[in-house]
T-cell receptor, first 113, second 113 residues
Framework: NAGVTQTPKFQVLKTGQSMTLQCAQD?????MSWYRQDPGMGLRLIHY???????DQGEVPNGYNVSRSTTEDFPLRLLSAAPSQTSVYFC????????????FGQGTRLTVV | GENVEQHPSTLSVQEGDSAVIKCTYS??????FPWYKQELGKGPQLIID?????GEKKDQRIAVTLNKTAKHFSLHITETQPEDSAVYFC????????????FGQGTELSVKP
């Protein structure tokens, strides 16, 4: 049981490049979400999903796309990277309903130059 | 939308002393309030949570209190130890809202031996 797995752990992108951050969970959780963490600002919700085929925007969705084709995977796409997207990204999952404990991955540190 | 404010941003205590971190929230519909501990280079990990139908919850050396009327909740750590040193985040959420956690800005706790 690996929990929430994020890849890659580190990434450097040039401005304008695109990439996908991968997130997978093996706990059969319905809910998955993406957060970014910047110094002094806590974690801010980017996008979330309540189940396969269903996604919605969080606090800071601009510049990011998501899809949820399976229960296990929830990739985050940067279509045209900008320096403002330099951050640490965390994926989280939870059972849903009243079982709201969220489990986080180890994070992806992204630098856009 | 929901807004969570957390204070202080840094807290330094002597080993054995108590530490208190406070958070306020804005949305009266929020009914789930978790606290996360984040160690350097790792993802946040849930340490304790409280629901709106409970005023206080304890787990060994940590406790959380909730005042729904004032919309604030607090984390109390007693008999602090050096391994308690980390960044602590409070969050607020509404059950069945897709695991949408709105986080405070974080408190860096340092416990000096």
């Amino acid at each position: 049981n690996a929990g929430v797995t994020q890849t890659p752990k580190f990434q450097v992108l040039k401005t304008g490049q695109s990439m996908t951050l991968q997130c997978a969970q093996d706990m059969n959780h319905e809910y998955m979400s993406w957060y970014r963490q910047d110094p002094g600002m806590g974690l801010r919700l980017i996008h979330y999903s309540v189940g396969a085929g269903i996604t919605d925007q969080g606090e800071v969705p601009n510049g990011y796309n998501v899809s949820r084709s399976t229960t296990e995977d929830f990739p985050l796409r940067l279509l045209s990277a900008a320096p403002s997207q330099t951050s640490v990204y965390f994926c989280a999952s939870s059972y849903g309903g009243v079982r709201t404990e969220a489990f986080f991955g180890q994070g992806t540190r992204l630098t856009v130059v | 939308g929901e807004n969570v404010e957390q204070h202080p941003s840094t807290l330094s205590v002597q080993e054995g002393d108590s530490a208190v971190i406070k958070c306020t929230y804005s949305d009266s519909a929020s009914n789930y309030f978790p606290w996360y501990k984040q160690e350097l280079g790792k993802g946040p990990q849930l340490i304790i949570d409280i629901r709106s139908n409970v005023g206080e919850k304890k787990d060994q050396r940590i406790a959380v209190t909730l005042n729904k009327t004032a919309k604030h909740f607090s984390l109390h750590i007693t008999e602090t130890q050096p391994e308690d040193s980390a960044v602590y985040f409070c969050a607020a959420s509404i059950n069945n809202q897709g695991g949408k956690l709105i986080f405070g800005q974080g408190t860096e706790l340092s416990v000096k031996p």
